[in-house]
């Protein structure tokens, strides 16, 4: 193992090369060798991968006396956990939160949508309200998000999210029960104390309301590249895959941003759980050095990091009766 990870092998460079992408001041084919930094950098990422490939308990996925405390201790097994049947990447699919909007406001014709959503900067079309205004729905919308440097530099190249208000989420002032839809859209893995803001936000929602929630799945080989990657590696591959956006968010990944800590979250509060699916984020499908990253990760990891997807989605049903239980 220390040999392995000691000697500047190819591996090294590989991984340099896939997720830093070519070095702007290269003028020929040569491959330049990279530095002593750099060098450091890419030994710490190949031994997280092999560490975690192989069960060790040194970066693995480790578990805390808190997570314990916080009951969502399966979310740190090191054995790949079982995880419920979701539904695999379909090419094409249609927008899944702009379907169960449109089935839920024919509930209630007459009555304006009011939607909160909850990270803002980093949501995209699936949730689409000019479908629900073209089959004459009146909707309101309010935007929040966190108040990093990087979600105020998005807001202020976004002429749409000028009303948006920017702030601590813990202390969200929205009164309980007043909005229809709380679309949650790559929030909760970027943001501390993401349990608290997620159970205001189902505070937020009417009985019967939807929480639709669009986040990274930690257990991917994206995921964990983006949760074991230096910041200077994830800088480097933000801009490769997203040119001239600011960014990259901060990567927290707190319990509840883990598919076993929401799972549990979501059976602690009665909440159902109407649809869940896996995808593959565009930005990521569209850059070939990200996938062939998250293949090798995979491949290394003997297929417990899959490399198929990189997100999950859930489409959850608040109860209208307090004394509903939650649908297995």
Not at 33 to 51: C, D, E, H, Q
Not at 96 to 109: G, N, Q
């Amino acid at each position: 193992m220390a040999k392995l990870v000691e000697r500047p092998c190819g591996g090294m460079l590989l991984v340099y090369g896939l997720l830093a992408g070519p070095c702007p001041h290269r003028r020929r084919a040569a491959v330049r060798a990279p530095s002593n930094k750099v060098r450091t950098v890419i030994r710490a990422l190949l031994y997280g991968f092999v560490t975690s490939a192989e069960g060790l308990r040194g970066l693995a996925v480790g578990a805390s006396p808190a997570l314990h405390e916080q009951g969502v201790a399966a979310v740190a097994d090191d054995r790949q956990p079982a995880r419920a049947a979701i539904a695999p990447p379909i090419a094409g699919t249609p927008r899944v939160f702009t379907r169960f909007a449109l089935e839920h406001a024919a509930r209630w014709p007459g009555r304006a949508i009011a939607i909160l959503q909850a990270g803002c900067t980093t949501a995209d079309e699936d949730l689409d309200p000019a479908a629900l205004r073209a089959r004459g729905h009146e909707v309101d919308i309010c935007y929040i998000d966190d108040e990093s440097p990087v979600t105020r530099a998005a807001v202020a190249r976004r002429p749409d999210l000028t009303a948006a208000a920017l702030g601590d989420l813990r202390l969200l002032k929205v009164r309980p029960r007043s909005f229809d839809i709380v679309h949650c859209s790559l929030l909760l893995h970027r943001i501390s104390h993401a349990d608290v803001v997620l159970g205001r936000l189902v505070a937020a929602l009417r009985p019967g309301g939807l929480l639709m929630v669009r986040m990274s799945d930690s257990d991917s080989a994206a995921g964990f590249l983006d949760r074991r990657m230096p910041d200077v590696l994830r800088g480097l591959a933000w801009r490769a895959s997203r040119p001239g956006e600011p960014g990259p968010h901060p990567a927290i990944y707190e319990p509840v941003a883990f598919p076993r800590g929401i799972e549990t979250f979501l059976s602690r509060h009665g909440l159902t759980v109407a649809h869940r699916d896996q995808i593959r984020s565009p930005s990521r499908a569209r850059h070939g050095r990200a996938r062939l990253a998250t293949r090798l990760v995979s491949r290394v990891s003997r297929g417990r990091l899959r490399c198929d997807h990189d997100e999950l989605r859930y489409v959850i049903r608040k109860p209208e009766d307090r004394s509903a239980r939650v649908l297995q």
